[in-house]
């Protein structure tokens, strides 16, 4: 059996992350899930079985590591070149700014400590509709507050 050989992947079962979406009005969206099972298919491509934390009425589903974007220009041509993207990812960290964070963690969380202000141009996360959303910083609006 496969999953008793000794590979490095990615992720395990029991394992919490982050799935991708390319469904009409989630596009580019990463939704909580924990892994339930993992497969290689025929064609040698690894997919993990997953659970969806914050959507309990979806059903558990395979997801490929890597995936086709439908909404790819080249995808849309029929290339294959930058058509492919990463369909799962770790979760997103509990992150604190400067010292504000607690003292005492689990050992195995995961912790970002942010001690720079945000800037035009930077790359953020941000948790709208029970998932989180990817984009750029273009104008910093206020001291706490940006438009992406």
């Known amino acids: 059996d496969w999953l008793d050989m000794d590979l490095i992947l990615p992720f395990k079962i029991g394992d919490f992350a982050e799935a ?4 009409e009005g989630f ?11 993992m497969r290689v ?8 079985y997953l659970e969806y934390i914050d959507y309990t009425e979806e059903a558990n589903e395979w997801i490929g590591v890597f995936q086709k974007n439908p909404f790819n220009p080249a995808c849309l041509e029929g ?7 990463i369909m799962l990812r770790p979760s997103f960290p509990r992150w604190y700014r400067g010292q504000h964070a607690p ?3 689990p050992k195995s969380e995961v912790i970002a400590r ?3 202000a945000w800037k035009v141009g930077d790359w953020v996360d941000w948790h709208n509709k029970d998932c989180y ?15 992406v």
């Open 20 to 23: 991708k979406c390319f469904d």
């Open 27 to 37: 596009k580019g969206a990463w939704f909580r899930s924990k892994i339930k099972d």
């Open 133 to 147: 959303w990817t984009g750029q910083i273009i104008e910093l609006t206020s001291k706490n507050v940006v438009e």
């Open 114 to 116: 942010v001690h720079d």
């Open 79 to 85: 290339k294959s070149n930058g058509s492919t993207e």
């Open 41 to 48: 298919t025929e064609s040698g491509h690894l997919e993990y």
């Open 103 to 105: 003292k005492h963690f």
